[in-house]
C-alpha cells in the first residue's frame, strides 16, 4: 500500500489549498483514512478522519476551516482547507487502517502503528 499526498505550498493568512492524497496497492473496502501533521518539536495532531461508512470527525483546531472528503472510485482523499492560519504550518500526512470509525481513528492515526502513512506535503501559510 502506498499513500502519496499532493497540493501543498506557500499561502497568505486567509488563503485556501486542496490537498490530495492518492491510495495504491491493495486497499480495502472498510477503510479509514485521514489526514494528520506534524511540526518538528511538537506532537502530531490528527486533523479530520473519514470512515467506511462516511462517517467524518475533524480536531477542534480545524474544525468549520477544513473539509475532508474522498473519491471511493479513484482512491482519493482530499483536505479542503480553509482560512489559513499561520499556525496550520505543517507537514501534512495522510493515513489509512482498517476496522476503525472516524472518531477512534481521530486520536490514533498519529501512532506508527496505526496502519500506513504517506511521505507528507508541506504547507507554509505566512
Known amino acids: 500500500v502506498q499513500l502519496v499526498e499532493s497540493g501543498g505550498g506557500s499561502v497568505q493568512t486567509g488563503g485556501s489549498l486542496r490537498l490530495s492524497c492518492a491510495a495504491s496497492g491493495r486497499t480495502y473496502t472498510n477503510w479509514c483514512m485521514g489526514w494528520f501533521r506534524q511540526v518538528p518539536g511538537k506532537e502530531r495532531e490528527g486533523l479530520a478522519t473519514?470512515?467506511?461508512?462516511?462517517?467524518?470527525a475533524y480536531a477542534d483546531s480545524v474544525k468549520g476551516r477544513f473539509t475532508i472528503s474522498k473519491d471511493n472510485v479513484a482512491n482519493i482523499l482530499y483536505l479542503q482547507m480553509d482560512d489559513l492560519k499561520p499556525e496550520d504550518s505543517a507537514a501534512y500526512r495522510c493515513?489509512?487502517?482498517?476496522?476503525?470509525?472516524?472518531?477512534?481513528?481521530?486520536?490514533?492515526?498519529?501512532?506508527?502503528?496505526?496502519?500506513?502513512w504517506g511521505e507528507g506535503t508541506q504547507v507554509t501559510v505566512s
Open positions: 473519514i470512515d467506511s461508512k462516511g462517517r467524518i
Open positions: 493515513a489509512a487502517s482498517w476496522d476503525v470509525t472516524a472518531n477512534a481513528a481521530l486520536g490514533r492515526m498519529t501512532s506508527p502503528e496505526f496502519g500506513y
